[in-house]
């Protein structure tokens, strides 16, 4: 089991910057992926980026070029520096750590989620 727990929510304007934290309440080494998620108002919860525990990442399209994703296993902490924000950013970003999947299925944590708003 692992808690997660999410900062560096808040307002900023459009072409801002924001970056968030995910501090897990063990060590993420031997964890299969952490990611980050996000719903919008009306939406459905998304993925938006995850980090494998080899260092391989993937990105919603939505968000390549602009958003990167970084663990640091030391601090068993996931970042997600977010660049050239737009409106459409805006939404309630979840950290998540998931085991590796199966045909039963695949584990997943969540942490309570962060606001996030782009607004002029």
């Known amino acids: 089991q692992v808690q997660l727990v999410e900062s560096g929510g808040g307002l900023v304007q459009p072409g801002g910057s924001l970056r968030l934290s995910c501090a897990a309440s063990?060590?993420?080494?031997?964890?299969?992926?952490m990611g980050w998620y996000r719903q919008a108002p009306g939406k459905q919860r998304e993925l938006v980026a995850d980090?494998?525990?080899?260092?391989?990442?993937n990105y919603a399209d939505a968000v390549k070029d602009r958003f990167t994703i970084s663990r640091v296993n030391a601090n068993n902490t996931v970042y997600l520096q977010m660049n050239s924000l737009k409106p459409e950013d805006t939404a309630v970003y979840y950290c998540?750590?998931?085991?590796?999947?199966?045909?039963?299925?695949?584990?997943?944590?969540w942490g309570q989620g962060t606001q996030v708003t782009v607004s002029s």
């Open positions: 998540n750590a998931h085991g590796a999947p199966t045909p039963h299925g695949r584990w997943d944590y």
């Open positions: 063990r060590s993420i080494f031997s964890i299969y992926a």
């Open positions: 980090i494998f525990n080899g260092g391989s990442t």
